[in-house]
């Protein structure tokens, strides 16, 4: 990996957040990663990175690492069920491009989708819908070195 400032190398885990926000490019106005707030846009896609957990599955001097990435997705529109139908081609979207970014990658064995929550956002008379979905990202690493697989 490259360094970055201060001499530190890029972790594979950044590089994945990386490949997911380019992958998520232009299927919808506003992609963004650990937002501080509401979408300013419709549709949008905040990405967050929820941490990760050892997988069991090791090699001598590898580690696999399960990092969860949770997509929220928002939309509106001016009627309920043409919201549901344009945030379920959201969804659509989106699932199908962490699945090809993970397909093309080098850095990632394995991806399962998880969970998927849909909510109402109460923000004025606009019929607002939301989801957000988890993925594992299951990828390896060299032992004590999250820069280098």
């Known amino acids: 990996m490259d360094p970055i400032g201060g001499g530190r190398m890029i972790a594979i885990r950044d590089q994945i957040m990386t490949d997911a926000e380019a ?3 232009g299927k919808a106005a506003e992609i963004e990663v650990m ?3 509401d979408p300013m846009q419709f549709d ?3 990405i967050y990175d929820d941490g990760q957990r050892p997988d069991q599955r090791t090699e001598t001097g590898s580690q696999r690492q399960g990092m969860t ?3 929220e997705g928002f939309v509106e529109d ?3 069920r043409a919201a549901l ?3 379920n081609a959201l969804y659509a979207a989106t699932v199908t491009a962490i699945f090809a970014m993970a397909d093309a990658s080098l850095l990632i064995e394995d991806i399962e989708e998880g969970d998927m929550r849909i909510n109402r956002v109460p923000l004025g008379s606009t019929h607002r819908l ?3 979905i988890d ?3 299951t990828f390896p690493t060299r032992r004590g070195d999250p820069t280098a697989t």
């Open 23 to 25: 992958c998520l490019q």
């Open 35 to 37: 937002p501080s707030g």
């Open 44 to 46: 949008a896609l905040h």
């Open 69 to 71: 990435l949770s997509i």
């Open 78 to 80: 001016a009627g309920g």
């Open 85 to 87: 139908t344009r945030l």
């Open 130 to 132: 939301a989801f957000s």
């Open 135 to 137: 993925f594992l990202i």
